[in-house]
C-alpha cells in the first residue's frame, strides 16, 4: 500500500504543519508542503522507513512526544485520495448539529447543490443513515443537538461517524477513543474494523493495541524502535520502552 524510506519530519512552530523530505515509493514523490528545514522547526521524526500493506490493521504506539501523530498526518497527507481521518483535533463545527457534523463525511460524494438543500432540510435517506451509524456508535443523542453540547466522549464518538460516513477503503486514526472506557473502545474498534479494509491508528491503550490488530509499530524519540506482528510482539521490550521514557 505505502513504502516510506529514510523519512525525516520537521515541525514548524510557526505554521503548525510538518516540513520534511522522504522517498515515497507509493507516489514516487514527498507529498509534504514544503521540503527542508528552518530555524523555526524541530526535527520530529528521523530516517523512518516503513512499508504498510493493503489490508492490514497496523497499530503504532510509543511514549508522548514520539513521533506518533506526525508519521500518521503524513500517512494520511499520501494516502488521503482514499482514506478517512479521524483526528484528535476532531474539526467539529460547534453552531452545526450531529447530523450535519457527521453529513460533512459525504460532501465529496455528491454536488455542491444536493449538498446546499441538505443542509437546510436534510434528505429522509441521509437521516436514516446517519441515525443507523450513530447508535452503532453508542452516540444516544438527538440528531439536531449541537456539538457544542455534548460531552468529550459524545464529540469524539461524532468526529469516529463523520470519518466512517467518508466509506473509505482506508482508516487513519489518532486517538480515536482516548475519551471512552476500555469496554466501548473494544466495541467501537471493531466497527472500524468491519467497515474498512484496512486500518492505521496511534493508540494509547497499548494491551488493546497488541491484541487487536495485525501488526504493532513504536516510536520513540522519533526514531522506529519496534515493527512487530501480533504473534511476535516483545511485551518485555514495549514495557521497557515506556518505562524508560517516563524516567526520562
Known amino acids: 500500500m505505502i ?11 510557526t505554521a503548525s ?22 530555524k523555526a522547526s524541530t526535527q520530529v521524526i528521523f530516517d523512518l522507513s516503513l512499508t504498510i500493506n493493503k489490508s492490514e490493521k497496523v497499530a503504532i504506539i510509543g511514549p ?17 485520495s482514499r482514506a478517512a481521518l ?4 476532531q474539526g467539529l463545527v460547534d453552531n ?19 449538498n446546499l438543500i441538505n443542509l437546510i432540510k436534510p434528505f429522509k435517506q441521509n437521516l436514516n443513515d446517519i441515525t443507523a451509524l450513530c447508535q452503532q456508535l453508542e452516540l444516544d443523542q438527538p440528531l439536531d ?25 482506508l482508516f487513519i486514526g ?16 471493531e466497527t472500524v474494523f468491519a467497515q474498512h479494509n484496512s486500518v492505521i491508528m496511534v493508540m494509547h491503550d ?22 512487530s506482528n501480533q504473534q511476535s510482539i516483545n511485551l518485555q521490550q514495549i514495557t521497557q520502552l515506556f518505562q524508560t521514557s517516563a524516567v526520562a
Open 3 to 13: 513504502t516510506i524510506d529514510k523519512l525525516n519530519l520537521h515541525y514548524d512552530k
Open 17 to 38: 504543519y510538518n516540513i520534511g523530505k522522504s522517498t515515497d515509493k507509493n507516489k514516487g514523490k514527498n507529498p509534504s508542503r514544503k521540503s527542508g528545514k528552518n
Open 64 to 80: 508522548s512526544g514520539a513521533g506518533k501523530s506526525s508519521l500518521l498526518h503524513h500517512l494520511y497527507q499520501t494516502l488521503q
Open 86 to 89: 479521524c483526528s484528535q483535533r
Open 96 to 114: 452545526l448539529s450531529i447530523y450535519h457534523n457527521v453529513f460533512m463525511g459525504a460532501l465529496a460524494r455528491h454536488h455542491c447543490l444536493y
Open 145 to 169: 443537538k449541537k456539538v457544542d453540547k455534548l460531552s468529550g466522549g459524545q464529540r469524539q464518538r461524532v468526529a469516529l461517524a463523520r470519518a466512517l460516513y467518508q466509506q473509505q477503503e
Open 174 to 189: 489518532d486517538e480515536p477513543f482516548s475519551a471512552l472506557d476500555p469496554l466501548m473502545t473494544s466495541r467501537l474498534l
Open 206 to 227: 497499548r494491551e488493546l493495541a497488541m491484541t487487536a490488530f495485525d501488526r504493532v509499530i513504536a516510536l520513540d524519540k522519533g526514531r522506529l524502535v519496534l515493527d
